[in-house]
């Protein structure tokens, strides 16, 4: 299994950037697939994911509203369209597959199985 996490980069203030994870040996459709995201000297945190088995979304409260995440089960592809970008987003974002039982979990990094290499996002004020 194959978690590749791309389209990281530095931005302003205000500005946008789409992140793109791709998989491979697995089908994002049988997973719950997550964006998490780790700042210098913080724990690793979750950011958002997508339950494609029942399409449901969950977020942050830090990016709701902000924060879109999406899937294209056709190229096995999760997206995180991330605007309005504040310097407090910037971080290594990093994807993850997984089966998080209950809700609770959704966002601990012990519920996630396989991640990707991470991808850093600057925004610069």
């Known amino acids: 299994v194959q978690l590749q996490a791309c389209g990281g980069g530095l931005v302003q203030a205000g500005g946008s950037l789409r992140l793109s994870c791709v998989a491979s040996g697995i089908a994002v459709d049988d997973y719950v697939l997550g964006w998490f995201r780790q700042a210098p000297g913080k724990k690793r945190e979750g950011v958002s994911l997508i339950s494609n088995s029942d399409g449901k979304t969950y977020y942050a409260d830090s990016v709701k509203g902000r924060f879109t995440i999406s899937s294209d089960n056709a190229k096995n592809t999760v997206y995180l369209q991330m605007d309005k970008l504040k310097p407090g987003d910037t971080a290594v974002y990093y994807c993850?597959?997984?089966?998080?039982?209950?809700?609770?979990?959704?966002?601990?990094?012990?519920?996630?199985?396989?991640w990707g290499q991470g991808t850093q996002v600057t925004v610069s004020s």
């Open positions: 993850a597959s997984g089966n998080p039982q209950v809700s609770s979990s959704y966002f601990l990094t012990e519920a996630y199985d396989y």
